[in-house]
């Protein structure tokens, strides 16, 4: 598969009143059109603050200091406002986490279907609109009838969430990025929710970047997954790579962290310690102060990833004597 975007060398900073924040350390990552990729790794890891890069959104004080962002042939960063107004939902959408949250409470949902459309295009008609929602509104399983005239308040949590779906697919995007699209909801609706999703991949081809902390549910997902830590990628590879064959130590600290029905819960055990300072980031590995199988070599001087497979990378100066354990 031909890549749809392409993420060189992202570094974002936040400057605080302490210091410089790196939420975001020289990230590459390639997005393979009609994929889902999976971006996993604990709060505060630069999973959110990737995303928004793509959009070039990310929030004050934050801004990309440095790297390229790929689309067509066209480097994101350097679009003027009326490209980069027709990049973002046209071309790349996005499902911000509690999305549902940003809708407004005196719109009806028919409205906010029109005025996304009539955001991006001037010539448009409403009865066609109207059409086209109502079409997606029932791919996300929900009511048309009903729910195009109703008001945020009126639906409960999940099917504000579907709706925030069938929103963003209004314009025919290339690419959607949801950012803990299940957020705040209980495990059923979650799980209904991607089922959903996965549908709508498989039927539209859509290209996914998923962002979320829950190690299980992108396995379920992902064709790749991305693992990031401390405003890096330490591991990349596809969903069997991680799963069956991870070779970074915190991949493993986050599957052997993650609950599950099937086996002795004794088994399961945090990672300890606590992310590092961004402000004051260690001296070589970022992982190394949490890490049981560290040497000298590991704090010296920053890792870079290295092979492990066909379309496998790690973070790792050890990995392949790590991987037996």
């Known amino acids: 598969m031909k890549d749809i975007l392409k993420i060189e060398d992202i570094t974002v900073d936040f400057m605080l009143a302490k210091g410089v924040l790196r939420a975001s350390n020289k990230v590459s990552l390639n997005v393979r059109e009609g994929e889902i990729i999976g971006l996993v790794g604990e709060s505060g890891s630069g999973k959110t603050t990737l995303t928004s890069t793509l ?5 004050r004080p934050g801004e990309i200091s440095d790297g390229k962002i790929w689309y067509n042939g066209k480097n994101v960063l350097e679009l003027n406002t009326n490209d980069l107004n027709a990049y973002r939902w046209q071309e790349v959408a ?4 509690a999305a549902q949250n940003s809708m407004n409470p005196i719109m009806t949902i028919k409205e906010h279907f029109l005025e996304t459309v009539a955001a ?18 029932e791919q996300v399983r ?21 709706t925030i779906i069938a929103l963003s697919l209004i314009l025919d995007p290339k690419v959607l990025i949801l950012d803990e699209p299940t957020t705040a909801l209980d495990v ?14 498989d039927e539209l081809n859509v290209t996914m970047i998923m962002s979320t902390h829950d190690v299980a549910v992108i396995g379920s997902m992902a064709d790749r997954i991305a693992v990031m830590y401390a405003g890096e990628i330490v591991e990349l590879g596809t969903v069997y ?10 991949t493993k ?22 992310p590092p300072n961004l402000i004051k980031r260690p001296e070589g590995c970022q992982f190394a102060p949490r890490c049981e199988f560290k040497t000298a070599e590991c704090e010296k001087e920053a890792i870079q990833l290295r092979k492990a497979g066909d379309d496998h990378v790690v973070r790792c100066c050890r990995f392949e004597r790590l991987g037996e354990n």
């Open 55 to 59: 959009l070039n959104i990310v929030s």
């Open 94 to 97: 996005m499902i911000f986490q």
């Open 120 to 137: 991006h295009k001037k010539d448009y008609k409403e009865e066609e609109v109207v059409a086209k929602a109502s079409k997606l509104l």
């Open 142 to 162: 929900l009511n048309p009838e009903r729910v195009l005239g109703s008001y945020p308040h009126q639906l409960s949590g999940g099917m504000k969430q579907r």
């Open 188 to 201: 059923i609706t979650q799980a209904y929710i991607f089922e959903i999703l996965k549908e709508i991949h």
């Open 241 to 250: 790579d991680i799963f069956d064959n991870p070779k970074h130590p915190y």
């Open 253 to 274: 600290g986050l599957i052997t962290a993650t609950p599950s029905l099937t086996d002795d819960i004794t088994k399961r055990k945090a990672i300890r310690g606590n």
